[in-house]
């Protein structure tokens, strides 16, 4: 069983392995949302997230015999690379199962470390079962990436460090997948201090570990689908969800777009770049999923930053457009000299910034000098594409649409 002596030696083991993130006051984030917050950058630990604390210390506990048999894991990307970099410290073979559809800067820093990977068809659940298959074969040493209380443990020493850096902390918010982070941190918080409260985020598109404590059972989801393909687990684990309802005071979810705002604000405000998963604790806040947390000194967990570079700019633009900073607007127009430069001259009257135009003729059934003009602007907020949608109103265009 888990207890404190474990946590605390998993504290130990991994002092030389691991950095010791800071806690980062953000007074921009606090002043946006109401309360004092505080960042936990897991992104910038080794390898890039929390994970290598749990892979490490499972690895170090492994006899000798288990170690000349290799380990076996499965992962979206974060557990690969903590298991690979593990691994080839203790000199082990690793073999990584890996969804095929895993960004390719995690499976190319897997491979960096010396692991095989494996890639399998599906989501994180297929590599799972694709791992057991293997690990029965070869007698390797399975590494579960959370329902393991050895991993647990490594991840627990987030919640030991949160406690010492921040001893009035009132409140930390964690992203949830599988559930092992937020099982080992919650368990060393509230073995150290029962009155901080410690509060889950999932994903809107992969809500396991929510579903399930909300209904008292375990539940397996049908399929998951999120920009967080770190937390898209179809299944929480068994240990992991007993101590959630045990130690976890509320779960709640958020949306992609709400992931892609929060990865964005995370880039502009604390100069800090942030995979999905390790997004979702900060969207919790600024959407004010947590109202319970206004006035309190909270430390929201960035738990990882590999995030691929193509998938980040999708997420900047959608982040853009879902925040206010960016829109198109469509106008129906009569097909005359001056009728774009009457329209860019109230957009820029107003501030905005044009960045691209197209212009269509109208349609059969409409009005023969008639024709569409889409503009796509940079803008402030949405009260600022109010502003100018209402002046272009005002001077006599017609908007048809606003995306």
């Known amino acids: 069983m888990l207890n404190l002596d474990k946590v605390y030696q998993a504290h130990y083991v991994l002092k030389d392995a691991i950095r010791t993130t800071d806690i980062i006051y953000s007074p921009v984030l606090s002043a946006e949302t109401g309360c004092k917050l505080y960042l936990k950058p897991e992104n910038l630990q080794i390898t890039g997230s929390f994970k290598v604390r749990g892979a490490y210390y499972k690895i170090s506990q492994l ?3 288990e170690k000349q048999k290799g ?10 690379q903590g298991v690979a970099l593990a691994s080839k410290k203790f000199g082990i073979k690793a073999t990584i199962c890996m969804p095929d559809g895993a960004p390719i800067s995690k499976v190319e820093a897997t491979k960096s470390y010396g692991a095989e990977v494996v890639l399998v068809p599906g989501v994180y659940d297929d590599a799972y079962n694709k791992a057991e298959d293997l690990k029965n074969t070869f007698g390797s040493t399975f590494i579960h990436p959370f329902d393991d209380e050895d991993v647990i443990a490594g991840q627990a020493t987030v919640g030991l460090e949160i406690i010492n850096q921040i001893r009035d902390v009132e409140a930390v918010i964690v ?5 092992g982070l937020i099982s080992g941190l919650a368990y060393a918080i509230k073995s150290i201090n029962p009155k901080v409260k ?15 404590v909300a209904r008292n059972k375990l539940e397996r989801l049908e399929s998951v689908s999120t920009i967080a393909d770190g937390i ?8 992991t969800y007993e101590m959630c309802k045990k130690y976890v005071d509320k779960i709640v979810s958020v949306t992609d777009d709400q992931v892609a705002a929060a990865i964005l604000k995370l880039i502009e405000k604390q100069k800090m770049i942030a995979e999905g998963a390790g997004a979702v604790a900060l969207a919790a806040v600024l959407f004010d999923k947590l109202p319970e947390i206004k006035n309190k000194k909270v430390v929201c967990l960035v738990s990882g ?8 700019s999708r997420v900047i633009k959608r982040g853009l457009l879902m925040s206010g900073r960016s829109c198109s607007l469509t106008i129906e127009l009569v097909d005359k000299p001056g009728q774009l430069v009457q329209v860019s001259t109230i957009i820029a009257s107003c501030g905005g910034n ?4 197209h212009h269509e003729r109208s349609h059969e059934g409409s009005d023969v ?4 003009l889409r503009i796509q602007i940079e803008t402030r907020n949405f009260e600022h594409i109010d502003e100018i949608e209402n002046k272009l109103k005002a001077n006599g265009f017609k908007v048809v649409e606003r995306s």
Not at 175 to 179: F, K
Request: glycine share 16%; net charge negative; proline share 5%.
């Open 305 to 312: 930053g590999n995030i691929d570079v193509t998938i980040l």
């Open 71 to 80: 380990v076996i894991a499965c992962s979206a990307g974060n557990h690969a």
């Open 232 to 239: 898209a687990v179809k299944e929480p684990g068994s240990i």
């Open 63 to 65: 006899s000798e015999e």
């Open 369 to 372: 000098n008639g024709c569409y």
């Open 175 to 179: 992203p949830i997948g599988g559930g």
């Open 354 to 357: 044009v960045t691209s135009v």
């Open 198 to 212: 410690v509060y889950g985020v999932q994903s809107a598109g992969a809500p396991s570990m929510l579903n399930s």
